[in-house]
């Protein structure tokens, strides 16, 4: 078995906790194949395996890859995902960050994480994407985020104008200083803190919520994620910023944009007994009395 590594920046504290990851890979005669950067940042700090390996690019990650292991927090995942892209190779964060919504195992779960890949005891989620689709080359090769796509202002510019459409029908103009549309997976992160609902990552939805609406009575919408939602954007600036997940491009005013359910999905691993609600229960402490 085979399991790729991926990681931005692991910090000093967490060197103990990144060599019992590889000793228990070792002890399970999991073989190892670590993110370039990531290799030169532990040489001699943490003792890998002799037979760790390295991949650097999408490209890098064949077949012969079973897994992807994410150390960090959801954006290290979600880079995790630019890597994978339509390969169909199952994504585990393990949570280096904060909340971790998506990063949801802990640390002090390793030993168990490394048998249930052993024993392949995972159960794999199917995770929507959402596709950019542009009238200008945008984002590369992965024109795809998984959890939002996002229209912003630039800089100090007064709010901006988007008009917004479903398969080319008016659905209203956003007088705001941006717009996000969010896949069920992204409904807990950007759109979230914008006042955006919650829905299930089975519930074949995006949810469309602006940033700092001009008028209160505009409110976020959930649409069926077989619609095309198109828009045009009107400012007194030339540009604006367009985002997928945790990057950005800044483009023309005058761009014709367009997002749509990209045609693969993800496979996120999650143990056996855990699942969204407790996940939900767990980083949002529902149902817990915090009044004393």
């Known amino acids: 078995m085979k399991i790729a590594i991926y990681s ?8 103990s906790d990144i060599q019992h990851f590889f000793d228990e890979l070792e002890k399970q005669n999991i073989e190892a194949v670590v993110f370039l950067p990531l290799m030169e940042q532990l040489r001699g700090i943490v003792r890998l395996p002799k037979t760790t390996t390295s991949f650097y690019l999408s490209e890098d990650l064949n077949n012969e890859i079973d897994y992807v292991v994410s150390l960090g927090g959801d954006g290290t995942l979600l880079d995790a995902v630019t890597l994978v892209r339509d390969k169909g190779i199952p994504i585990l964060g393990i949570n280096f960050g904060r909340l971790g919504f998506l990063a949801s195992i802990g640390r002090d779960q390793m030993e168990g994480v490394v048998k249930a890949f052993s024993n392949r005891t995972f159960v794999v989620d199917k995770r929507t994407l959402i596709h950019l689709d542009a009238n200008i080359s945008m984002f590369g090769p992965v024109p795809f985020a998984l959890n939002e796509f996002a229209i912003h202002k630039r800089d ?40 955006g609902p919650i829905v299930f ?13 001009h008028n209160l009575n505009v409110r976020s919408i959930v649409v069926p994620d077989n619609n095309v939602i198109s828009f045009e954007v009107e400012s007194r600036t030339e540009q604006i910023i367009c985002a997928m997940d945790s990057r950005r491009e800044i483009v023309s005013k005058d ?6 359910k990209e045609n693969f999905s993800l496979n996120l691993l999650r143990p056996a007994e855990n699942n969204f609600l407790q996940t939900l ?9 915090r009044r004393n």
């Open 255 to 260: 761009v014709q944009l367009a997002v749509k």
């Open 281 to 289: 229960q767990h980083k949002l402490t529902w149902g817990l009395d």
């Open 156 to 195: 100090t510019a007064s709010l901006i104008k988007i008009h917004t459409y479903l398969n080319g029908e008016f659905l209203n103009t956003y007088w705001a200083d941006g717009l996000i549309v969010s896949t069920p997976t992204g409904s807990t992160g950007y759109s979230l803190s914008c006042n």
């Open 8 to 15: 931005r920046i692991i910090e000093g504290d967490n060197n």
């Open 201 to 213: 990552p089975d519930s074949g939805s995006f949810v469309i919520t602006p940033v700092a609406p």
